[in-house]
C-alpha cells in the first residue's frame, strides 16, 4: 500500500513537472510571437511614411516639410505612444532621413 502511494505521489510531481514545463514554454513563444508583430508594425508603418514621402515628391515637386504635413495631406496616422518618428531635412532635393523607432 505504501509503495502504491509513493509512486502515485511519484506520478503527480512528474505530471505538474511537465505541466510547468509546457506552460513555459508556451510564455516563451507568446513572447516571440508579439516581438515579431511589433518588428512588422515598426517596418510597415516606416514604409508607409518613405511611400507618402516619394508620393508628395512625385506628384509636388518636393518633398514634404515634416511628418505633420504627411499627416495632414497624405493619410499617414502614427501611434505616438507606441512610435517615435524622426524626420529630418537634409537639402531642399535630398530624401529627408527617416527613423522610426519603438516608444518604451
Known amino acids: 500500500m505504501r509503495r502504491r ?3 502515485n505521489l511519484i506520478k503527480t510531481v512528474i505530471l505538474f513537472a511537465v505541466l510547468a514545463v509546457l506552460a513555459f514554454c508556451l510564455v516563451k513563444a507568446a513572447n516571440r510571437m508579439g516581438r515579431g508583430q511589433q518588428a512588422e508594425s515598426l517596418k510597415q508603418l516606416d514604409e508607409s511614411i518613405r511611400k507618402a514621402t516619394m508620393t508628395c515628391y ?3 515637386g518636393v518633398y514634404p516639410p515634416s511628418i505633420q504635413y504627411l ?3 497624405y493619410g499617414i496616422q ?7 518618428v524622426f524626420y529630418e531635412i537634409e537639402g531642399a532635393n535630398l ?3 527617416i527613423t522610426v523607432m519603438l516608444n518604451e
Open 71 to 73: 499627416k495632414d495631406n
Open 78 to 84: 502614427i501611434d505616438e505612444d507606441r512610435y517615435a
Open 58 to 60: 512625385a506628384t509636388e
Open 5 to 7: 502511494l509513493n509512486l
Open 95 to 97: 530624401m529627408p532621413v
